[in-house]
Each structure stands twice: as structure tokens, then as C-alpha cells.
């Protein structure tokens, strides 16, 4: 698999939201998804932000078009330097939030792309990242 | 601070949402929109979305808020324009709406309101006689 093309956006406000947004979409469109797909990824991508800025304190999204033999795909990277995830089911279960959201932001993004990983601990920051294919 | 323009036309209140809202754009609308209703006395208001690329989970909250809160104020709200790109990825999102009126174009959420608020009228004449 080869990395075509990186970068990273700083997400410390809800500004950079829509900043990180817009680079994704950009890059979605450069890959060739269609209008679902890319709308998917953006959204997921808007969803995991917030969670960024919110709960992470902020921090920042790196961003990867891939190739991986003939398919391309995209993957982002959330990081921050926040408190962590304590409880990572419970986080991971539709509905549940330890802040005043809709608890959707996980669960909702993970159905979003095809793939999902989540680092986190106490402490320690967190780290989700996503990927969809073309 | 931007805003987005709320227009009156009797006594509807119309929406066009045209740019990447960021939250605190999202949330400005609910105020302005629930203090114009309590100003003018609209019935109806109809958001014009069709403009949107993207509804996340913030956006589609604040769109179940105002609908919410226009009812309690006394009226009906309807959401017009969504593209289909977007209404697939907020219901696998997990959000549905519900309790939100829609409707796929901008006349069509017109002739919605003002049947509406016609029948209202019109159940409220019945009931005074």
C-alpha cells in the first residue's frame, strides 16, 4: 500500500470543523469517489472533528490518499492529546455521550466508512482512524 | 458575527441555508429563528437545505431542535431540499428526523405549509360555531 499524497489541518475550533471538512471533500473528489461516498466520509469526518475539538481539547487531522493495487481509498487520522476514552464499549454503544451530544458521533462515523480504529486511554489521548475505498 | 438571513412573507418565515455552517452559525439560527416567530407571529417557516452538501449529527439536532421549538411556538415547520447523498448518510448515521416535515422542493413545502395552515384555520372556524 503507498501513501500518494498526505497533509494535516490543526483542529482546535469548531472553524477548523469545516476547514477539515473542505480538505477531505477535496481529496474525496480528487480520488474519484462518487457523491455518496464522499458525502459519507465528510460527514464522518465533521463527526470526529467535533469529538477532536470537543472532547480531545483539540489536536489534529492527517489525512492519506492511498493506493492500495487498483483501488484508492482515503484515511484519516484523528488525533489528540485529551483525556482519553474511559470507557471505550460504552463509548462505542449508540446514544451514550459524556458530553451534551447526540452520542452518534462514534457509532455514526464507524457505519460511515469501511474501516475503524480507535486508540485510546486514560490520559493518553486518542487516536480513531478511518478509511474508505473506492 | 455571520449570520443567516431569515425572510418574512406573511406569515411564513423562509429559510435558505447556502453556506458550510459551522456550529455556532447552526446554533445563532435557532435563536434568531425562534425570537422571529415570537416577533412576527409566523405560522409557518420552510428551510431551504438544498444548498447542503453535508447534514452531521450537529446540523441535523439543530434541524429537529428548531421544528421542535417552532411547534411549541405554535408553528409548523418544513424542510425542503435535502439531497439524496445526504439523507442516505444521516439515517446510516442514525439519525432519521423524525418528527421533522419535509418536503423535496421549495414549492412543494409551500403548497405543504399553506394546506396546513389552511386546515388549521379551518378546524379552528369549525370548532368556534
Do not use: C
Request: proline share 2%; hydrophobic share 40%; glycine share 10%.
Amino acid at each position: 500500500m503507498t501513501i500518494l499524497k498526505s497533509d494535516v489541518v490543526p483542529i482546535r475550533s469548531e472553524q477548523d470543523i469545516v476547514l477539515a471538512r473542505q480538505s477531505v471533500r477535496k481529496t474525496a473528489m480528487e480520488i474519484g469517489l462518487g457523491i455518496v461516498d464522499q458525502t459519507k466520509i465528510v460527514t464522518a469526518a465533521s463527526e470526529l472533528a467535533r469529538n477532536t475539538v470537543i472532547y480531545g481539547l483539540g489536536g489534529e487531522m492527517r489525512w492519506e490518499m492511498l493506493e492500495d493495487g487498483s483501488r484508492r481509498g482515503l484515511r484519516l487520522h484523528f488525533i489528540d492529546q485529551g483525556p482519553g476514552i474511559e470507557d471505550l464499549s460504552r463509548a462505542m454503544t449508540d446514544g451514550w455521550t459524556s458530553g451534551s451530544g447526540l452520542g452518534l458521533g462514534l457509532t455514526g462515523s464507524k457505519r460511515l466508512v469501511n474501516e475503524f480504529e480507535i486508540e485510546t486511554a486514560p490520559g493518553r489521548g486518542t487516536r480513531v482512524t478511518i478509511t474508505r475505498w473506492k | 458575527m455571520d449570520r443567516i438571513p431569515i425572510l418574512r412573507m406573511g406569515d411564513l418565515l423562509l429559510v435558505t441555508i447556502q453556506v458550510d455552517m459551522h456550529d455556532r452559525l447552526a446554533r445563532s439560527l435557532q435563536d434568531d429563528l425562534t425570537e422571529k416567530i415570537e416577533r412576527t407571529g409566523a405560522k409557518g417557516v420552510l428551510i431551504d437545505i438544498s444548498a447542503l452538501e453535508l447534514v452531521d449529527s450537529y446540523i441535523g439536532r439543530m434541524i429537529a431542535n428548531i421544528s421542535a421549538m417552532a411547534r411549541i411556538l405554535d408553528a409548523q415547520t418544513v424542510v425542503v431540499g435535502m439531497r439524496p447523498a445526504v439523507a442516505i448518510t444521516l439515517v446510516e448515521l442514525g439519525l432519521s428526523l423524525s418528527g421533522v416535515d419535509t418536503a423535496l422542493t421549495v414549492e412543494r413545502g409551500m403548497q405543504r405549509l399553506r394546506a396546513r395552515l389552511g386546515r388549521t384555520e379551518a378546524t379552528d372556524d369549525d370548532s368556534e360555531e
